[in-house]
């Protein structure tokens, strides 16, 4: 199964018979030196990227903390020149951190990352004003409907969330769902 935003060195296309870990640390190196120090928002816009707030409510929040330390912005030169749109085979103008989870499916539709997707959804749905969400699957497009509470819920959650960020509060546990570690790209996330 291919990703959504292939690299343009992509060969086969479908990530599942590639060695998909040497086209992550081609990528990694690629972003690299966009990476920040720290997490000081003090120095940098204290926009955060709706993947990376995804990443830390749905999958892991050491992972998050990852995504944190990269420009939370698109268009980005970096991805505009070397990641493709899979359905147009354009160039993209999307996020470091929608290509790091792109990465992290590894072109498994099997990969543990639904809540991402939803928690994704869920802001997009908020955004646009939207009484339904849409996702595209294929050549369908399916009607999502999550109900109002819960997305009340999350909005207060998410409040929280910026305040203490922005505090420099926020606690970034490792997770402990041990299929999320498989699939995750970072060597040693102890170090982040």
């Given at each position: 199964?291919?990703?959504?935003?292939?690299?343009?060195?992509?060969?086969?296309?479908?990530?599942?018979?590639?060695d998909f870990k040497k086209c992550i640390s081609?990528?990694?190196?690629?972003?690299?030196?966009?990476?920040?120090?720290?997490?000081?928002?003090?120095?940098?816009?204290?926009?955060?990227?709706?993947?990376?707030?995804?990443?830390?409510?749905?999958?892991?929040?050491?992972?998050?903390?990852?995504?944190?330390?990269?420009?939370?912005?698109?268009?980005?030169?970096?991805?505009?020149?070397?990641?493709?749109?899979?359905q147009t085979r354009l160039p993209t103008n999307?996020?470091?951190?929608?290509?790091?989870?792109?990465?992290?499916?590894?072109?498994?539709?099997?990969?543990?990352?639904?809540?991402?997707?939803?928690?994704?959804?869920?802001?997009?749905?908020?955004?646009?004003?939207?009484?339904?969400?849409?996702?595209?699957?294929?050549?369908?497009?399916?009607?999502?409907?999550?109900?109002?509470?819960?997305?009340?819920?999350?909005?207060?959650?998410?409040?929280?969330?910026?305040?203490?960020?922005?505090?420099?509060?926020?606690?970034?546990?490792?997770?402990?769902?041990?299929?999320?570690?498989?699939?995750?790209?970072?060597?040693?996330?102890?170090d982040i």
């Amino acid at each position: 199964m291919s990703r959504a935003y292939l690299p343009i060195w992509c060969e086969k296309d479908d990530c599942m018979k590639c060695d998909f870990k040497k086209c992550i640390s081609k990528a990694l190196k690629l972003f690299g030196p966009y990476i920040y120090p720290d997490l000081n928002l003090e120095t940098r816009p204290d926009t955060v990227e709706m993947t990376t707030i995804a990443i830390y409510f749905g999958y892991c929040q050491r992972l998050a903390k990852y995504f944190l330390l990269y420009p939370q912005y698109s268009p980005i030169p970096v991805v505009r020149t070397n990641f493709i749109n899979h359905q147009t085979r354009l160039p993209t103008n999307v996020s470091i951190q929608r290509i790091l989870l792109d990465m992290l499916n590894h072109g498994d539709p099997d990969a543990p990352t639904d809540e991402i997707h939803r928690l994704r959804l869920l802001m997009i749905q908020e955004m646009l004003k939207e009484k339904r969400a849409y996702i595209q699957a294929d050549d369908r497009r399916i009607s999502v409907d999550i109900p109002q509470e819960e997305r009340k819920r999350f909005s207060e959650a998410l409040k929280k969330w910026r305040q203490d960020l922005r505090e420099g509060k926020l606690s970034f546990d490792k997770t402990t769902d041990k299929k999320r570690c498989e699939y995750c790209f970072l060597t040693n996330c102890d170090d982040i």
